[in-house]
């Protein structure tokens, strides 16, 4: 027996294919090795029949590439049900797997079949790009007048600028990208809040030429991954055309630099206390982590910092978190708690119970330096060293008196022609505040916000 593709062994080459077919046949029905090598007269030990049987040829199965019949190796008695082998071209090498049991698939790795696979994962690459492209070209979508701009946004813009950007300086990095070294901001969620209001204001918008991998295989004209993506600056200084980066940061820098218009005053108090609430919020989920607490009270948690920074800094606002995390803590080891999230849902109750006992009996808060595990965000930088020119007084300084002992009376003139009055809300800066006074005691209640602020004479 021969064929020009298959060897044959020496040990069954005295036997016809028909031959071969009938041992292998009387052999699955279970007749001992020894008879049938010694009546078909094999010399070779019994345990090893099976090894010396060639292939069996399959007609009705072509090689889509050689069209040429495939060959399968004989199974032996002892292999299970679920043990199926590749069917093969003994030409190219080609094979073709059962994957109907396997949890992994297996993949012929042929010549050919590797150069199909390659070429298909070239079209879809060039398939995705195009639908990229399309979905997101710049030339869709008008440009942002710079003089719309407000506060925030020229300096979210600024901040990016100066650590999110290549030397080419012709986009935006993407906030994964291997080249940044500083935060943006305190927090994952805070950096894709600010790109994300940026880009739904058209300010940046998705540059078409991301990687790839910044955009779903399924449908990548219909949504990306925000830390994945780079952007484009799409804001016009002169006319409508769109400006480079170089100029629109350079715009920004000297607006910025030396000058904070009156009309900047409510935009730059928000974006202070959003971010030291941030900062904040960064260390508390850092002790949290540490001791082990599942910590999820954050919206409540966000008010209390609000008003604990009225009169601390964040500084001193990290004792406060770190004993009322450590009581959580406790809370839950003692058996108190019914879960670690029943445990940290205390938290923010105990860290405004701490403020409220250190106002009213003096306490000298002890103040803390800057976990390392918490650096400090590149906005802080730009805020409170580049424009207020006060080195990390967001960190040192309690927000609250900083605003209204510092930076307003310095930045912000309130005094207009006619009226008397200076007196605004620390909480909004509204000026359409109500003042009563009984006694020693004057409170003042804003109309805007609703908040209210009592002062004593005696203080």
Known sequence: ?????????????????????????????????????????????????????????????????????????????????????????????????????????????????????????????????????????ILNFRTVSYESLGFKEKLLLLTLFRIQTDEEFEHILSLNNPLRTKLFT?????????????????????????PLDAFPDEAPDKGYYPRRVQWIVNVAIHDDERSNLNEVYNQIYFDLKDNIDSNYEDDFFKIILELSVEEALQYLYIKAEELNITFSAEKKTREVLQQLLEDFSISEIYYFIKKSVEDAHIFYTKGYAQSKKHAGNIIPGKMLSLGERALQENWDTYKYNRDSRAPRSYLSQIIFDFILKDEDAGFKKPIGKYWNQEIVPKYFNFEEEGNESVLHCIKCNSKNVKVNMEGSKISLDCEACGFKKDYNSEN
Do not use: W
Not at 73 to 82: L, N, T
């Open 1 to 137: 027996m021969t064929d020009f593709l298959v060897e044959i062994a020496d040990e069954v080459k005295h036997l016809t294919a028909s031959d071969i077919d009938e041992l292998y046949q009387r052999y699955l029905n279970g007749e001992k090795n020894s008879v049938l090598i010694s009546e078909y007269k094999i010399d070779i030990n019994p345990n090893k029949l099976i090894k010396v049987l060639p292939p069996q040829q399959l007609l009705n199965t072509v090689c889509p590439y050689c069209q040429i019949p495939m060959y399968v190796k004989r199974k032996s008695k002892s292999d299970g049900s679920y043990k199926k082998n590749p069917i093969e071209c003994y030409k190219c090498d080609h094979k073709i797997f059962d994957n109907s049991n396997n949890y992994f698939e297996k993949k012929c790795e042929c010549t050919e079949c590797v150069k199909i696979e390659k070429q298909e994962i070239i079209n879809k690459k060039n398939t995705k790009r195009e639908m990229v492209e399309d979905a997101y070209c």
């Open 186 to 210: 305190p927090s994952d969620n805070m950096d894709e809040s600010y790109i994300d209001k940026l880009y739904r204001s058209n300010i940046l918008l998705i540059d078409p030429l991301s």
